[in-house]
């Protein structure tokens, strides 16, 4: 197949992938010959009779697999965002070969020797020789053959696993969707939201990722309402097999590598280090979140007038905070609408904060006709790279939202960053793209991770951009949340679809005065998750689970955590996070990112909010670093201290 458009460097403007050209049956070829040529660049490393320097030895591997590195980015990212039957064959077969072929490199004893061989005086390389050193120990480099053995059976077993777990739940969203017969069950819903989920004379609901669907706080229906939830919760019940399987798979795994538990394996190579730090954190917060919970559920009770189930409580939080505040967040979304969100909010925050600009390439093309492609400036006008929004859900695109690296930056072959954000805005049938303000906020975080990898100026591809550890990687994207309801910017997007009008100064003040209601809410169902996450990981090798749903209602009670009216974010048999997404014993990433993040906020207000000079002291310090330094001196070179839990508890109503 000399026409496989993954054999060559794509020709289009900063390697953007030739979406138009690439079919589904030049994967699998890309991928063996990827896998092919990688391992033969890796055996001529490893068997090299030269003297080991970082050149020929570290440098040389970064520069290997090129062809391998193209297919799967491009692999992945269409397997998330635009998947298929095909697709999801290709990815059941791959999967595990991409795993075993990782091991034949990490597991490469001549290899080994050799990059412990290696020795340089250069600060940014002597960083990323320890990175691949970590690398090679952590994979089991330094095991018996007997241990390296059983340590590739479980990572291929993972691995399917993994895949399988993420195929279900796909399926899951829309098999196992509410489906009503009359439009009246759907009471709550505008016209718009009613015909945009209008099929075959019925109306389908699809599942997102989480518990709380979207629907619940808006659908009058109780009785619908409890069907969604149930729906919700119930779903994608063959993946409560597959959660057991993996997590004691991973726990067998951690033992045969030196770790009590796969948690400990997991945070021993992120900015916390220890199990105890982060359950010291966590610990912090478990007793406040649950009494302010507690509180609200009594004031949702009495607003609705008997006792509320956990169907109930996104609807009459929203009574309440309407009541309290005299807020209602539906009236805000005829301000959001999509595009000018993006472009007089999103881009607009960025260009006063860091100078620069974007440029709409109609002539450059996605993987999908929804998708839109961009070419950023710095403020000198010399290109900085391409960032592509993919805004829609569809029965095809995974859950959530999330940001993907195309091409990563890096000096060492020249490559400018092509990054992406995905969102699952639902697509109307006619008419404008009205948001919520969750769905801004989103918008906001997720651009967070684009600038992340867009400032980049590492050397090398291995620490460029967003390759930090899991509990950092969060962190930027948050603190760029914070431009969402800043005035200036604020003002220059929210302004009415129809009239152009700005949103209304009082409606601006309601918001942000009801922003702490419901805290106790949001942080008692992102806690419950990350403990539930904690204690499938903290198994050790040898223990066994007989029921997966048991053990999750008993793991929330020794945590503490457990309460009937707000379950986890996440529960097993959905938590995609941690059984398919790569957030296993790291879902506390998040709120880990939220100390930094609220620190960096103060920063912020206490040096003047919206100026140039922050947005450079910022991009200079902390983002333009990527991996390429420890992450936490980043932070101390930005911040000017240490981190402190203070500023979150304040932030959450915690305090």
């Given at each position: 197949?000399?026409?496989?458009?993954?054999?060559?460097?794509?020709?289009?403007?900063?390697?953007?992938?030739?979406?138009?050209?690439?079919?589904?049956?030049h994967y699998l070829p890309a991928f063996e010959r990827g896998m092919a040529e990688h391992l033969a660049e890796v055996d001529a490393i490893a068997n090299s009779t030269e003297d080991p320097t970082f050149d020929n030895t570290i440098a040389a591997l970064e520069r290997s697999g090129q062809i391998l590195n193209r297919t799967a980015t491009v692999f992945f990212s269409i397997a998330a965002s635009d998947?298929?039957?095909?697709?999801?064959?290709?990815?059941?077969?791959?999967?595990?070969?991409?795993?075993?072929?990782?091991?034949?490199?990490?597991?490469?004893?001549?290899?080994?020797?050799?990059?412990?061989?290696?020795?340089?005086?250069?600060?940014?390389?002597?960083?990323?020789?320890?990175?691949?050193?970590?690398?090679?120990?952590?994979?089991?480099?330094?095991?018996?053959?007997?241990?390296?053995?059983?340590?590739?059976?479980?990572?291929?077993?993972?691995?399917?696993?993994?895949?399988?777990?993420?195929?279900?739940?796909?399926?899951?969203?829309?098999?196992?969707?509410?489906?009503?017969?009359?439009?009246?069950?759907?009471?709550?819903?505008?016209?718009?939201?009613?015909?945009?989920?209008?099929?075959?004379?019925?109306?389908?609901?699809?599942?997102?990722?989480?518990?709380?669907?979207?629907?619940?706080?808006?659908?009058?229906?109780?009785?619908?309402?409890?069907?969604?939830?149930?729906?919700?919760?119930?779903?994608?019940?063959?993946?409560?097999?597959?959660?057991?399987?993996?997590?004691?798979?991973?726990?067998?795994?951690?033992?045969?590598?030196?770790?009590?538990?796969?948690?400990?394996?997991?945070?021993?190579?992120?900015?916390?280090?220890?199990?105890?730090?982060?359950?010291?954190?966590?610990?912090?917060?478990?007793?406040?979140?649950?009494?302010?919970?507690?509180?609200?559920?009594?004031?949702?009770?009495?607003?609705?007038?008997?006792?509320?189930?956990?169907?109930?409580?996104?609807?009459?939080?929203?009574?309440?905070?309407?009541?309290?505040?005299?807020?209602?967040?539906?009236?805000?979304?005829?301000?959001?609408?999509?595009?000018?969100?993006?472009?007089?909010?999103?881009?607009?925050?960025?260009?006063?904060?860091?100078?620069?600009?974007?440029?709409?390439?109609?002539?450059?093309?996605?993987?999908?006709?929804?998708?839109?492609?961009?070419?950023?400036?710095?403020?000198?006008?010399?290109?900085?790279?391409?960032?592509?929004?993919?805004?829609?859900?569809?029965?095809?695109?995974?859950?959530?939202?999330?940001?993907?690296?195309?091409?990563?930056?890096?000096?060492?072959?020249?490559?400018?960053?092509?990054?992406?954000?995905?969102?699952?805005?639902?697509?109307?049938?006619?008419?404008?793209?009205?948001?919520?303000?969750?769905?801004?906020?989103?918008?906001?975080?997720?651009?967070?991770?684009?600038?992340?990898?867009?400032?980049?100026?590492?050397?090398?591809?291995?620490?460029?951009?967003?390759?930090?550890?899991?509990?950092?990687?969060?962190?930027?994207?948050?603190?760029?949340?914070?431009?969402?309801?800043?005035?200036?910017?604020?003002?220059?997007?929210?302004?009415?679809?129809?009239?152009?009008?700005?949103?209304?100064?009082?409606?601006?003040?309601?918001?942000?005065?009801?922003?702490?209601?419901?805290?106790?809410?949001?942080?008692?169902?992102?806690?419950?998750?990350?403990?539930?996450?904690?204690?499938?990981?903290?198994?050790?090798?040898?223990?066994?689970?007989?029921?997966?749903?048991?053990?999750?209602?008993?793991?929330?009670?020794?945590?503490?955590?457990?309460?009937?009216?707000?379950?986890?974010?996440?529960?097993?048999?959905?938590?995609?996070?941690?059984?398919?997404?790569?957030?296993?014993?790291?879902?506390?990433?998040?709120?880990?990112?939220?100390?930094?993040?609220?620190?960096?906020?103060?920063?912020?207000?206490?040096?003047?909010?919206?100026?140039?000079?922050?947005?450079?002291?910022?991009?200079?310090?902390?983002?333009?670093?990527?991996?390429?330094?420890?992450?936490?001196?980043?932070?101390?070179?930005?911040?000017?201290?240490?981190?402190?839990?203070?500023?979150?508890?304040?932030?959450?109503?915690?305090?």
């Open positions: 197949m000399a026409e496989n458009p993954f054999f060559a460097s794509s020709s289009l403007p900063y390697q953007l992938p030739p979406f138009e050209e690439i079919r589904e049956e998947s298929t039957d095909g697709i999801m064959a290709i990815e059941t077969e791959v999967s595990p070969k991409l795993t075993k072929h990782s091991d034949e490199v990490r597991l490469n004893r001549a290899l080994w020797e050799r990059v412990k061989r290696v020795a340089t005086e250069d600060a940014e390389e002597a960083w990323l020789l320890e990175k691949y050193r970590d690398d090679f120990i952590r994979a089991g480099a330094d095991l018996g053959e007997q241990e390296q053995a059983r340590l590739r059976e479980l990572n291929e077993e993972l691995s399917r696993l993994s895949t399988e777990f993420s195929q279900n739940l796909l399926k899951a969203s829309t098999e196992e969707a509410l489906v009503v017969d009359d439009a009246k069950e759907l009471d709550g819903f505008d016209e718009a939201k009613i015909e945009s989920i209008r099929k075959d004379g019925k109306y389908v609901l699809p599942l997102l990722n989480f518990t709380n669907q979207p629907g619940l706080a808006q659908l009058t229906n109780r009785e619908t309402r409890r069907r969604l939830y149930t729906l919700s919760v119930e779903r994608a019940r063959p993946n409560l097999e597959l959660a057991v399987r993996m997590a004691t798979l991973r726990a067998e795994r951690a033992a045969l590598l030196g770790f009590p538990s796969h948690a400990a394996y997991t945070v021993a190579d992120q900015t916390a280090k220890t199990v105890d730090a982060v359950e010291e954190m966590l610990g912090q917060l478990v007793g406040p979140a649950v009494r302010n919970a507690k509180k609200e559920a009594e004031a949702l009770a009495e607003q609705a007038g008997f006792a509320i189930e956990p169907w109930d409580w996104s609807f009459y939080a929203e009574k309440v905070r309407e009541a309290r505040y005299d807020f209602d967040a539906d009236a805000m979304r005829p301000y959001f609408e999509l595009n000018r969100v993006f472009k007089d909010g999103v881009f607009h925050a960025a260009t006063q904060l860091y100078g620069v600009t974007f440029t709409e390439r109609p002539d450059l093309k996605g993987y999908h006709a929804d998708v839109t492609v961009f070419e950023v400036f710095n403020e000198d006008g010399s290109a900085l790279g391409l960032f592509l929004l993919d805004p829609y859900a569809r029965p095809t695109k995974r859950g959530g939202a999330w940001m993907n690296n195309l091409v990563d930056q890096s000096y060492l072959f020249g490559d400018k960053p092509v990054v992406m954000n995905n969102l699952n805005i639902t697509k109307p049938a006619s008419g404008p793209t009205l948001l919520t303000y969750d769905e801004v906020n989103t918008a906001f975080h997720e651009f967070g991770h684009a600038l992340h990898g867009l400032f980049s100026e590492a050397r090398y591809p291995r620490v460029s951009g967003t390759n930090v550890p899991r509990d950092f990687v969060e962190y930027p994207s948050q603190v760029n949340e914070m431009w969402t309801t800043w005035p200036e910017i604020l003002a220059n997007y929210a302004k009415h679809h129809e009239s152009g009008e700005p949103m209304p100064a009082e409606l601006v003040e309601k918001m942000r005065a009801a922003e702490k209601f419901n805290q106790g809410f949001m942080t008692v169902e992102y806690l419950a998750a990350t403990l539930l996450d904690w204690a499938w990981h903290k198994l050790a090798a040898g223990e066994s689970v007989e029921d997966a749903e048991a053990f999750e209602a008993a793991a929330l009670e020794a945590a503490q955590i457990a309460f009937p009216l707000v379950r986890p974010r996440y529960r097993t048999n959905y938590f995609a996070h941690i059984f398919s997404g790569g957030y296993s014993a790291g879902y506390y990433s998040y709120i880990w990112s939220e100390v930094l993040d609220a620190e960096s906020v103060e920063w912020f207000k206490e040096n003047g909010g919206l100026k140039r000079e922050n947005g450079d002291h910022f991009r200079k310090e902390l983002l333009s670093r990527g991996g390429g330094m420890d992450p936490l001196t980043a932070f101390r070179n930005f911040r000017g201290r240490d981190p402190r839990i203070e500023p979150l508890l304040k932030r959450r109503g915690l305090d």
